[in-house]
T-cell receptor, first 114, second 112 residues
Framework: KQEVTQIPAALSVPEGENLVLNCSFT??????LQWFRQDPGKGLTSLLL?????REQTSGRLNASLDKSSGRSTLYIAASQPGDSATYLC?????????????FGKGTSLLVTP | DVKVTQSSRYLVKRTGEKVFLECVQD?????MFWYRQDPGLGLRLIYF???????EKGDIPEGYSVSREKKERFSLILESASTNQTSMYLC???????????FGDGTRLSIL
């Protein structure tokens, strides 16, 4: 059974800092990994998708990396802003009895203070 | 941009009622999913569908059923609502298993 762990569970940083969020997974037989952002009481917004054959993806101030063999992904946020405050979730896509399902981590709650 | 719309943001129902949660996507996606999200448990897959009239059980299907009569619409049904089904329900769709999943804003359901 695929287990997805996100560390830390919560993080508080001052505005302008660069930061790294971590995601690890136990089964390396994944199709892809997706990072999401969730604002309080809202749905999930897709940030980046990395296919299993890729090493990284970039979008603006965000960079996600994937090391499938070691079961790790990181989300790097450059020059953080208060508007980046949210919960960040990683999810891995694999084949199982539930089809091509996403397995989610429990998220990292990020607070960027002015 | 992909738009996934869930019919209600908040819903309050009573135990024993039959509850319908509706989800519509506007991008002709094949795949649609229903998750529930609970504090400390994260997101868990309830049901999914790869095509019209097709449905597959996820990790926690007990107490739920689904309907997909049209490609753009995926409905989650609580046959007889119970208090342990109070949760945030999230619908998602994707073009294929290799494309991103896009989520709706969620329905916060309370069963009294």
């Amino acid at each position: 059974k695929q287990e997805v762990t996100q560390i830390p569970a919560a993080l508080s940083v001052p505005e302008g800092e660069n930061l790294v969020l971590n995601c690890s997974f136990t089964d390396s037989a994944i199709y892809n990994l997706q990072w999401f952002r969730q604002d309080p009481g809202k749905g999930l917004t897709s940030l980046l998708l990395i296919q299993s054959s890729q090493r990284e993806q970039t979008s603006g101030r965000l960079n996600a990396s994937l090391d499938k063999s070691s079961g790790r992904s990181t989300l790097y946020i450059a020059a953080s802003q208060p508007g980046d405050s949210a919960t960040y979730l990683c999810a891995v896509r694999r084949w199982s009895n539930s089809g091509y399902a996403l397995n989610f981590g429990k998220g990292t709650s990020l607070l960027v203070t002015p | 941009d992909v738009k996934v719309t869930q019919s209600s943001r908040y819903l309050v129902k009573r135990t024993g009622e039959k509850v319908f949660l509706e989800c519509v996507q506007d991008m002709d996606h094949e795949n649609m999913f229903w998750y529930r999200q609970d504090p400390g448990l994260g997101l868990r897959l309830i049901y999914f569908s790869y095509d019209v009239k097709m449905k597959e059980k996820g990790d926690i299907p007990e107490g739920y059923s689904v309907s997909r009569e049209k490609k753009e619409r995926f409905s989650l049904i609580l046959e007889s609502a119970s208090t342990n089904q109070t949760s945030m329900y999230l619908c998602a769709s994707s073009e294929t298993e290799f494309r991103p999943q896009h989520f709706g804003d969620g329905t916060r359901l309370s069963i009294l």
